[in-house]
Each structure stands twice: as C-alpha cells, then as structure tokens.
C-alpha cells in the first residue's frame, strides 16, 4: 500500500459505521488525486445470486444524475429515427447496422443501447457482440420500449442500471467529488430506495448487509442503513 493511501485510511475509523452525512464529508476529504473522482456505493446484499428469483437487475433515477455524460445508441425502425436523434441519442442505428456490428465492421463507441420491441429480433444477430459487455437492450433496465424520446431523454437526465455481481454485490456511480454533500446524499438516498424496492420476495434475513461510500482510488467508508 502506498504512504498515500496509508494516510488516507488513517483517517477512516475501521470499526465504525457512519452516518451519511459523516461518510460523505470523509469520501470528499480523502480524495486526494487530481481528477475528479466518481464517488461510488458498494453494497452487499443478502441474497443467493445463485437462483435465479433473487437476481437485482433494475434502473435508478439520479436526482443529480453521475456527473458522466454516457453515450446512447439507439436501435430503432426508420419511422423512430429523427425521435431518437432529437431525443439526443448519440448514435442512430437500424438492422444494416446490427449486421455490421455482428462482423465487426462497425466500432462500439457507446455506453448504453436502447431499442424498439420490433427491432429486438433482429438485435438477437449481435447478441453475440453485445451481451458479454453488458451492452444488450432489456426490458428489465427499461431500455426497451415504444417510447424512443422518453428512453433516451430519462438516460441522459441520469437514469442508471444497476445489477448484482456473483458475490451478492452491488456497484454505482452516485456522482463526483466535485458534487455538494447534499447533492450526493440526495442521490445516495435515491439508489438505496431503489435498491431496497428490488428486494426479492423470497430472500431471506437481513438484506442490505454492508453498505460502504468510497470514491475512485480513496478508502472506503462503511456507512449506516436503516432496513
């Protein structure tokens, strides 16, 4: 660990759970590198990632947004074109784009697809391309729909996925150092109210675990939860 880093833990009491707002004024005090650090949550939830009805796949509305504009492609029919352009999708694709992407002629350069429930037979070519990189239109993260303008507009305001890891984990992006405490307490506030609306039915004890609020390369900060 460098001196940097073994500093910085030294501020952060181990054996204690904060509250919000101390944890926040900490994530911002110890973020000492130059750029503008995203703050993160990490929560660990009590669920088996194993079975298939405690699986958290869901979508948060950011009051503040992650101070990271995202690029959005959109797959849509003709008639849906100038919607999604004027929506501000970055990219506007149809089904001779998908081919290309299946071959490899045509570079990924966004961050998050929507599409049209007409265009998801034929999305089903790339499948291949962009399911490994989590870049796969579903319905469940509401990037699927009929409403192209409302998809995209909802995505650049600061609507964000969130999903489980195979550790019964949960990682996002809650905005940047450079964010007001209430800023990023109000966002941090909206993605646990998100979280705990996705609880499964059929999990069991204690669901949220272990919520910690670090940013980019700082010591995280576990922080107190009411279940």
Avoid: C, W
Wanted: net charge positive; no cysteine; hydrophobic share 40%.
């Amino acid at each position: 660990m460098s001196k940097r880093m073994q500093a910085l833990n030294a501020l952060v009491d181990k054996t204690k759970t904060y509250t919000l707002d101390e944890a926040i004024a900490l994530v911002k005090q110890t973020s000492t590198v130059k750029f503008n650090a995203s703050v993160e949550i990490h929560a660990k939830l009590g669920i088996d990632p194993s079975k298939s009805d405690q699986q958290i796949r869901a979508t948060v509305a950011l009051p503040h947004g992650t101070g990271k504009m995202k690029k959005i492609a959109a797959f849509v029919g003709p008639n849906n074109e100038k919607t999604a352009t004027e929506a501000g999708a970055d990219f506007v694709y149809g089904e001779e784009d998908i081919k290309k992407i299946k071959d490899g002629s045509l570079k990924i350069e966004f961050d998050i697809a929507v599409a049209t429930p007409d265009m998801m037979p034929k999305m089903a070519l790339a499948a291949k391309v962009l399911g490994p990189k989590g870049l796969m239109p579903n319905p469940k993260t509401e990037t699927v729909g009929p409403d192209v303008k409302k998809m995209v507009t909802e995505l650049k305001k600061g609507k964000a996925a969130f999903k489980n890891d195979d550790g019964a984990n949960v990682h996002q992006v809650i905005g940047k150092v450079s964010f007001s405490e209430d800023q990023l307490k109000e966002n941090f506030t909206a993605f646990i109210d998100a979280l705990k609306r996705v609880k499964p039915h059929s999990a069991k004890g204690t669901y949220l675990q272990y919520v910690f609020l670090t940013s980019a390369m700082g010591p995280s900060v576990k922080v107190e939860i009411a279940q």
